[in-house]
């Protein structure tokens, strides 16, 4: 039978008296007050870290001019604030103009009165820019083409151009946009995605929301 002795077994730094039950209790001991200093500090940074992940960014109705400043067959031009708090690089641009039942088909809702596309082309991101005489949005990147109604009609971004909730503030008398929101080819609207991410079929499935995108009114 084994002595309980780590002197007896000839183990490193074994000293008299000294059991190996004893030995493994100090272990135990030693290692746990290791851990749990490492995970006072790993921890707070972790969390500070990745937890942003999980959490949607705040957002509000943003003023953006009345109902008269827009009309059905061209597109206002306005800076939005697409990210809080982080000054004039948290700014967008939306292109606006109210809505036009003749061409605007996707079922009416009450945050769409005013159509307003997100100039981030969705291709890779870069700033798109309407061109008033041909009707179409260019991205300049890698030559992206969006119709009218930010339908997709040449190069290569995957989905037509996010939109903005709309809504029509009463108290002030003034149109106002809220979070974006992404839309399919049949321009049926989705939780925001990211550019390069295709919404048809089964791209809404591979393509969850990230859970730091701001969730509409709508419940997107
Ligand atoms: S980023 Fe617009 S076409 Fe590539």
């Known amino acids: 039978m084994k002595s309980k002795y780590t002197a007896d077994r000839k183990m490193p730094g074994a000293f008299e008296g000294e059991t190996v039950t004893r030995r493994n209790f100090m272990n135990v001991v030693a290692q746990g007050s ?24 705040p957002w509000s109705w943003q003023p953006i001019g009345t109902p008269s400043d827009f009309s059905e067959t061209a597109y206002s031009t306005k800076v939005v604030q697409i990210v809080p708090d982080v000054g004039e690089v948290g700014n967008s641009i939306a292109y606006v103009r109210s809505r036009n039942p003749a061409i605007d088909t996707e079922p009416e809702t009450k945050w769409n009165h005013w159509v307003a596309l997100s100039s981030r082309c969705m291709h890779l991101g870069c700033p798109v ?14 030559g992206g083409v969006y119709d009218f109604l930010g339908e997709v009609v040449g190069g290569p971004p995957v989905r037509p151009l996010d939109r903005f909730y709309t809504r029509f503030n009463p108290a002030n008398g003034l149109v106002e946009l809220g979070p974006r929101y992404s839309v399919n080819d049949q321009l049926q609207a989705f939780s925001p995605r990211d550019p390069a991410q295709p919404l048809n079929g089964i791209g809404q499935y591979l393509y969850p929301r990230r859970f730091s995108t701001a969730e509409g009114p709508a419940g997107y």
């Not at 707070?44 to 960014?57: E, Q, R, T, V």
């Not at 820019?129 to 991205?139: K, L, N, T």
């Open 129 to 142: 820019r309407y061109v008033e005489a041909a009707e179409r949005f260019i991205c300049p990147c890698h």
């Open 34 to 57: 290791g851990m749990v200093a490492v995970a006072a500090i790993a921890l707070p940074a972790l969390g500070f870290a990745i937890g942003p992940i999980f959490k949607s960014l």
